[in-house]
């Protein structure tokens, strides 16, 4: 977590020349949502009638490179968000997926409350936070609603892959917002290569899933593809707003009551309120719940406290590889020639460009 410290001894930082060189730790909350210093360095790494004593700056402590632990919980967690989709897809007949969401968000959100409230961080709206935590708790539910009415229509494995098209999104909005985040050619080169991929996907279908038709598919993969670019908007509007200085727990309480809010509003408009207490759907609540949202959560934010988070990130993307396996092992959902060449495409597009400072790190190491 970020600490402030006064620039006034030697064990400081040294500010000079009006030049602020700092090391930056990017978090992603919920598993997903990009928090960074970069916003709060661009505004306080500025000079202060030429003393740098009043300066105050993040402090990082050292994170590690990753070992055998941080590598086994990864495999683990990226385990278990591929296996969002798919289970709600599983218990979709039982429970509406657009209302397994809502549920979700409502016991997370609690459960994240309880946290902050043991940890003493209160859960009162700080000044400044509640506009943009309106505004991400939104997009959240707005994400949610497109991924549960997509699911109806298309595949978990489509979906999984269309979703995690998420940060491309988020890098041409932070691209236009941020100056620190401007594109380097090779991460541009991999949004050209993600959206190749998007195209060779929806192109050439050559049939649906099982009971549903083509078009049905596409339109689910178009929604999606939706869901993705909420996604990317969240992430933009937390790194650009006052959330990027919150709590990493109130920023995700935002988005889960939002969402639980909006969602269970959602689902009576529509008539989606249909829950069958079977055996899946209890599961599945219980694992959406309790280990996405909330359990992964507390395991991702620890890794990211002892860990590079660069190392992190390019683990992370074995996240939509787990879910088209599972789609395709656990719900027998056939893959097309088309959709396993632009899903490849999309990945290492998001690779080139979520991954670029860990490429470049590498690519350095092997000219020496």
């Known amino acids: 977590m970020w600490a402030h410290r006064k620039n006034n001894g030697a064990g400081n930082a040294s500010l000079k020349g009006g030049i602020c060189s700092l090391r930056v730790f990017i978090a992603l909350a919920d598993n997903r949502y990009a928090l960074s210093g970069l916003d709060y ?5 500025q000079h202060h009638n030429g ?5 105050q700056i993040p402090f990082m402590e050292t994170r590690k490179n990753i070992d055998g632990l941080a590598g086994g919980l990864m495999v683990g967690l990226c385990m278990i968000w591929g296996m969002q989709q798919v289970v709600l897809k599983a218990a979709a007949d039982d429970v509406a997926p657009v209302l397994m969401l809502a549920l979700r968000s409502g016991i997370a ?14 859960l009162g709206v700080r000044a400044g936070n509640w506009r943009p935590g309106l505004v991400v708790g939104s997009l959240f539910a707005i994400e949610f609603m497109l991924v549960g009415e997509g699911l109806r ?17 988020a890098a041409l909005g932070l691209q236009w917002r941020l100056p620190a985040e401007r594109l380097k050619p090779l991460q541009w080169l991999g949004i050209g290569i993600a959206f190749i991929g998007i ?4 192109a050439g279908r050559s049939g649906g899933v099982e009971t549903q038709d083509t078009g049905r598919q596409l339109y689910g993969d178009f929604l999606g593809l939706l869901g993705a670019m909420a996604w990317g908007a969240t992430t933009v509007v937390v790194r650009c707003s006052r959330l990027s200085n919150a709590p990493v727990t109130q920023t995700l309480f935002y988005q889960l009551l939002g969402g639980f809010v909006l969602l269970i509003l959602v689902c009576v408009v529509t008539d989606q309120l249909r829950f069958n207490p079977t055996p899946i759907a209890i599961g599945g609540l219980i694992f959406q719940a309790l280990l996405v949202s909330f359990a992964s ?18 683990l992370s993307f074995m996240t939509p590889m787990f ?6 092992v656990l719900l027998g959902e056939p893959v097309e020639a088309n959709f396993v060449i632009g899903a490849l495409l999309v990945l290492c597009g998001i690779l080139l460009v979520s991954g670029y400072e860990w490429l470049s790190q590498l690519l350095k190491r092997r000219a020496r």
């Open 109 to 122: 959100a609690l459960l994240v409350a309880m946290l902050m409230l043991w940890r003493r961080d209160g």
């Open 199 to 202: 195209v060779v996907s929806f």
């Open 41 to 45: 360095i661009s505004r306080n790494c």
């Open 51 to 55: 003393d740098s004593s009043n300066w």
């Open 323 to 328: 879910g088209i396996v599972f789609g395709v």
């Open 297 to 314: 959560f507390l395991a991702w934010f620890w890794l990211l406290r002892n860990y590079l988070a660069s190392r992190l990130g390019v």
């Open 153 to 169: 229509h298309t595949s978990a494995s489509h979906m999984v892959i269309f979703l995690y098209t998420a940060p491309i999104f």
